[in-house]
C-alpha cells in the first residue's frame, strides 16, 4: 500500500531533516508540513546520487517563491556535475509530475544557463558566482532530476519535452542527462540505507588468475545473472565510489584515454573494475 510506503519515507525524512531543513512561510501548518516534505524529498534526491550528509545538503535547497521550478542546486566537484532538481510531494502516493511543472523546471533551467538570475528568488540569486562558475568550467555536466513520491514514470509527451531539451544542451557534445527518481526508487534506497551500509556478499569468481606483471592484478569473471541481480539489489550503491559515473570527459577518463593510446598494453591492469 501506498499510504504505508509514504508514512515510512515520512518517518525517514523527519528523522534526516526536521532538525535541519526550517519552514519560514506565514502558511498553515498542514502547507508547512507539505513544505518540510517537499524539500526534504529535493534534499535526498541529491544525497541519493552524491552520497553528502544531510546538514550539507540543505544548504542547497532552492525550493520556494520565484524558485521557476527549481528546487534544489548542487555541484558535485567530484564529478563535475551541476544537479538541478524539481521535487514533487504526493502524500497519497500517486500521480507524477505535470507537463507545465516539467516546462516550468526546464525554463528555469534555461534562465540559469543564459545566466538570468532577475528572474528567481533571493536563495537563487545568492547562489549565483556558485552555479557560474560551476558551468563555465570546462568539463562540468548538467544533471536534471525529476523527483516525486507517486509510482507515475513519465508519459511520452512529457518525456519527448525533456528529450528535446536534452538534445538540444548536447549538441554538439554530451554534456547532460536526467533522470526520473520516484517512490519506488526512494522507498528502496531507504531500505537498503545506502548512504550507510557496505556491501557484503559472496559472489562465484569463475576462471580466476594472478597477473605479476608489469603489475600486480587479480582478474576472473562473474556471470551475467549474478551480476544483473547485483544491479536490481544494490543499485546505485555499487556505483558510489566509482567516480566515473556520469563523469562523462573528466580528468579521470581522460587518462583512460590516453593509457589507451599511449600504453595500451597496460590499459588492463589499470581498468579492469
Same mark, same amino acid.
Given at each position: 500500500m501506498s499510504s504505508v510506503t509514504i508514512n515510512q519515507i515520512k518517518a525517514s525524512f523527519d528523522g534526516m531533516y526536521s532538525s535541519k531543513i526550517v519552514i519560514n512561510e506565514n502558511v498553515s501548518d498542514?502547507?508547512?508540513?507539505?513544505?518540510?516534505?517537499t524539500r526534504s524529498l529535493a534534499a535526498y534526491s541529491i544525497q541519493y546520487y552524491c552520497k553528502i550528509e544531510p546538514d550539507q545538503v540543505v544548504n542547497y535547497i532552492t525550493d520556494g517563491y520565484?524558485?521557476? +521550478? *527549481? $528546487?534544489?542546486?548542487y555541484f558535485n566537484e567530484l564529478n563535475?556535475?551541476?544537479?538541478?532538481?524539481?521535487?514533487?510531494?504526493?502524500?497519497?502516493?500517486?500521480? +507524477? *509530475? $505535470?507537463?507545465?511543472d516539467?516546462?516550468?523546471?526546464?525554463?528555469?533551467?534555461?534562465?540559469?544557463?543564459?545566466q538570468k538570475y532577475d528572474r528567481f528568488n533571493e536563495k537563487i540569486k545568492s547562489m549565483e558566482d556558485y552555479i557560474n562558475s560551476a558551468i563555465t568550467t570546462i568539463g562540468t555536466k548538467m544533471f536534471?532530476?525529476?523527483?516525486?513520491?507517486?509510482?507515475?514514470?513519465?508519459?511520452?509527451?512529457?518525456?519527448r519535452i525533456m528529450d528535446d531539451f536534452i538534445g538540444d544542451i548536447n549538441n554538439p557534445d554530451k554534456i547532460a542527462d536526467y533522470f526520473l527518481l520516484t517512490q519506488?526508487?526512494?522507498?528502496n534506497n531507504l531500505l537498503k540505507g545506502t548512504n550507510t551500509d557496505k556491501i557484503n556478499l559472496d559472489l562465484m569468481l569463475n576462471n580466476w588468475g594472478i597477473e605479476k606483471e608489469p603489475y600486480k592484478c587479480y582478474y576472473g569473471s562473474i556471470s551475467a545473472n549474478d551480476l544483473g541481480e547485483l544491479w536490481v539489489k544494490y543499485n546505485p550503491s555499487i556505483f558510489s565510489s566509482n567516480i566515473r559515473n556520469f563523469l562523462g570527459f573528466s580528468d579521470v577518463n581522460k587518462e583512460i584515454t590516453e593509457t589507451l593510446g599511449k600504453a595500451p598494453e597496460n590499459f588492463f591492469v589499470f581498468n579492469n573494475g
Open positions: 498542514e502547507e508547512k508540513r507539505n513544505l518540510f516534505y520565484q524558485d521557476n +521550478g *527549481i $528546487d534544489a542546486i563535475h556535475t551541476l544537479y538541478f532538481v524539481q521535487s514533487k510531494w504526493h502524500n497519497d502516493g500517486t500521480g +507524477g *509530475i $505535470d507537463i507545465g516539467i516546462q516550468k523546471f526546464l525554463q528555469g533551467v534555461k534562465d540559469i544557463i543564459n536534471l532530476i525529476l523527483c516525486h513520491t507517486g509510482t507515475q514514470k513519465l508519459n511520452p509527451s512529457a518525456t519506488t526508487h526512494i522507498y
